[in-house]
Structures are given as structure tokens and as C-alpha cells.
């Protein structure tokens, strides 16, 4: 019988109909009872992937029913995973509904049946994030008295809880649905989408952000808002974020916002989309430098260009170093233009992060770089035991003795 693996490699190459029965077929088949901790965390993984290409091809077809019961049949084995996980995998899922025209009110039954789920299950993170979405496609469908009503209860129920992040988010979304039943002059709408895409990009959802942002900038431009600029600004660092940095110079030739393509700020984005898309970092510092006030008196921008400064180091340093199995740290630091203790600093944190397996060697200035280890199943079966015995009922716990020789 082929492993799970073995089927997602064959469900890669086969037709859609043949994929979507071999992806089914890994999802739904158990976890064997004698797979020990990496076998299955492995196996797990698998499945995780199966759904996840399961509702891609569902979205490429257009098939709204068929992501829904994606969703159902991923009950089978997210109760075994971590909550956080499972509200990721979940989230994943739904959004794609949103290549799916027409697909509302699917979303809307799904929404409440696994809000229902998740409290049943006392996964209360996961029913706020999705009760936080179902508020969102109310408002969407004008069914606004809903809307309202859901939102006052999660409101009260995240002060209590003191979730802020999913806090702002709803409060927000508040603000949009009272927003919709009256009207709203242009200038606070405006206001409203450019914090809904600012929100969703520090969730690095960039390309809902941007759909926010270009509402933004179509609002304050037709009105010759000197705030359209900003909005523009965003836009354009969404699609470096992306990475789109080719879409910058095509997005500026567009009539809409070719007044605003010789300014400085935008030119500063135009420099970091260039610097991005040759993978230059020392392009990337000058651009940084040049257009300091434009880029750093912002903190949305600011903070969003340092995390790519970092993944661009990353990247660089990675390059560097993955043909040797020792290297002079000195060596590093020189091809990538940085200090030498900035790059220790930076290698530390890769190898903390477990980017790639190696140890700083000080001493002698170098780092000594390894082959990824083998998992140590020494444990493994001692480990699931205590598992099963964490399991069992209250009653028998005080006849089980275990042993782990050590």
C-alpha cells in the first residue's frame, strides 16, 4: 500500500478528477497506532498539505461546495493538532473563497457551522478570528442588523480577554458596517480603508492590503487629497512585499498615477523595488540612505522594509555560506558589505531559527557548518507512552507504573 507521501507525489502528476480522490484518500486515512512521534508528525504534515492542495484545486475550479467540505473533512485530524495550527490551516482554507464569485453566502454557512464547531471545541482564538471574518461578509452582503449584533458581543468578549490584535480588527470592522448604514463622508471612509489595509498587512496578507490601499487612493485622488500620495506609497510597497517589484514601474505608467511617478517619495519605492529585485543589499542600504526622511518617517513602511532588509540578508548570507562546511566569518562580512559583528550577530539568529544547522567558532573566527541531523528516536516510544498515559481516565491513572530508562 503506497505511504502518504507516495500519493501526494502521485496526485501532483495525475489529472484533477485523480488528485482530488488521491488527496481525499490521504486526509481521511488514519494514522497507524504503532507510528512512533516523528512518523507521526510526518504523516500529519501530510495531510495538512493534502487539504491544502485539495482547496486549491477546488478554487481553481471555481468549486465553492467542494472547499466547504474541504473544511469539514479537515476536522478529522486538526482536533489532534495545536490550536494555533489548526486556526492557521482553517484560515488558509477559507481564503480560497475568495477567487470564488458569487461564493458569499457559502462562506457565511460555513463560518457559523465551524464558529459552532470551535466553541464546541473550546477553541475560543480560532471561533473570535472566525467570527471576526463572518462580521466582515455580512457587512459585504448588506446584511447589516447581523452584523451589528455579532460584533457588540465580540467586542465585550475580547476586552475580557484582552485579545488586541483580533480587537482592533473588530473594532475596526465596527466602524466599517456602522460605516454602510449611513452615509459616510469620503474622507472617513477613506480613513477607514486605509487602517482595514494597514491591519492586513501586518498580518502579511498584502494582497487584501492592497485591494484596501487602492480603494484609499481612488477615494483621496479623485478629491486631489494630498493623503492619496501616502495611500500610493502603500500600494506600491505591497507589491515589493510580494514580491512584485517588476508591477512598481507598471503600476506608475498607469494614468491614475502617472502625476505622482516623478516625486520623491515615490521614486524612493521605485529605488527599493529595484534593489529587491536584484537582490542587492548594498542597493538596498542606498536606497535606505538616499531617502531616509521618506522611507523612515513612516512606520508602517519602516517597519515592513526592515523585516525585508532582514529576509534579503538572510537570503544573501545563505548564498554565501551553503558551499562550505567551514567559513571565515571575516570572509562572510566582506561579501556582503556588513560588519563583522553584525553578520555574527545575524548567523546566530539563522542558526537559532534553524535555517540552516552550524556552530559560531570564535576562537577561531570561522563558521563550521553541519549536515542537517537525524531525528533521535531514542525517546520516541517513551515519549507516546506517557502520551497514552496522560489519556487514560482519572481512575486508572494510579495503576499504571512507567518505566523509562535513561
Same mark, same amino acid.
Given at each position: 500500500m503506497p505511504t502518504k507521501q507516495e500519493l501526494l507525489e502521485q496526485a501532483t502528476k495525475a489529472s484533477p478528477a485523480q488528485a482530488e480522490a488521491l488527496y481525499k484518500e490521504i486526509i481521511t486515512s488514519p494514522i497507524s497506532d504503532h507510528a512512533d512521534v516523528p512518523q507521526r508528525e510526518a504523516e500529519l504534515r501530510q495531510q495538512e498539505a493534502a487539504l491544502v492542495k485539495l482547496a486549491g484545486l477546488y478554487q481553481t475550479q471555481k468549486n465553492a461546495k467542494g472547499v466547504a467540505e474541504v473544511i469539514t473533512l479537515s476536522r478529522s485530524f486538526v482536533s +489532534? +493538532?495545536?490550536k494555533a495550527k489548526t486556526a492557521k490551516l482553517i484560515r488558509t482554507v477559507l481564503d480560497c473563497f475568495n477567487a470564488i464569485p458569487d461564493s458569499q453566502q457559502i462562506q457565511i454557512d460555513v463560518l457559523r457551522e465551524n464558529i459552532d464547531w470551535a466553541q464546541r471545541e473550546k477553541r475560543i482564538f480560532l471561533k473570535h478570528s472566525l467570527e471576526t471574518r463572518l462580521v466582515g461578509l455580512q457587512l459585504e452582503t448588506s446584511q447589516y442588523k447581523p452584523a451589528l449584533s455579532l460584533i457588540e458581543t465580540l467586542l465585550t468578549e475580547l476586552k475580557r480577554l484582552d485579545d488586541k490584535m483580533i480587537l482592533t480588527e473588530a473594532a475596526? !470592522?465596527?466602524?466599517? +458596517?456602522? *460605516?454602510n448604514a449611513i452615509y459616510c463622508p469620503p474622507h472617513l471612509q477613506a480613513r477607514l480603508d =486605509?487602517?482595514?489595509?494597514? =491591519?492586513? *498587512? %501586518?498580518?502579511?496578507?498584502y494582497t487584501t492590503a492592497y485591494s484596501y490601499f487602492y480603494e484609499t487612493f481612488e477615494n483621496l485622488s479623485s478629491q486631489d487629497d494630498p493623503g492619496a500620495l501616502g495611500a500610493l506609497k502603500y500600494m506600491l510597497?505591497?507589491?515589493?512585499?510580494?514580491? =512584485?517589484? %517588476?508591477?512598481? !514601474? *507598471?503600476l506608475l505608467s498607469v494614468k491614475f498615477a502617472a502625476k505622482y511617478a516623478q516625486l520623491r517619495d515615490v521614486e524612493s519605492m521605485r529605488a527599493v523595488a529595484r534593489a529587491h529585485q536584484q537582490r542587492n543589499l548594498a542597493e538596498f542600504e542606498k536606497a535606505l540612505k538616499d531617502y531616509q526622511q521618506e522611507l523612515s518617517s513612516d512606520p508602517t513602511i519602516r517597519t515592513h522594509l526592515s523585516a525585508l532588509y532582514d529576509k534579503l540578508l538572510e537570503q544573501n548570507l545563505l548564498r554565501i555560506v551553503e558551499p562550505y562546511s567551514v567559513v571565515e566569518v571575516e570572509y562572510v562580512a566582506q561579501q556582503v558589505g556588513q560588519g563583522r559583528q553584525a553578520v555574527e550577530i545575524k548567523l546566530s539568529q539563522m542558526i537559532l531559527d534553524k535555517v540552516f544547522h552550524g556552530v559560531l567558532d570564535q576562537g577561531r573566527g570561522c563558521l563550521i557548518v553541519f549536515e542537517e541531523a537525524e531525528a533521535d528516536n531514542t525517546y520516541g516510544a517513551a515519549?507516546? +507512552? =506517557?502520551e497514552q498515559v496522560g489519556k487514560a481516565p482519572q481512575a486508572d491513572r494510579s495503576c499504571v507504573t512507567v518505566r523509562v530508562r535513561l
Open positions: +489532534t +493538532t495545536a475596526l !470592522t465596527s466602524a466599517r +458596517t456602522a *460605516a =486605509l487602517q482595514s489595509g494597514i =491591519l492586513h *498587512a %501586518e498580518d502579511k496578507d510597497l505591497c507589491k515589493i512585499m510580494l514580491n =512584485l517589484p %517588476e508591477d512598481v !514601474t *507598471a515519549i507516546e +507512552t =506517557l
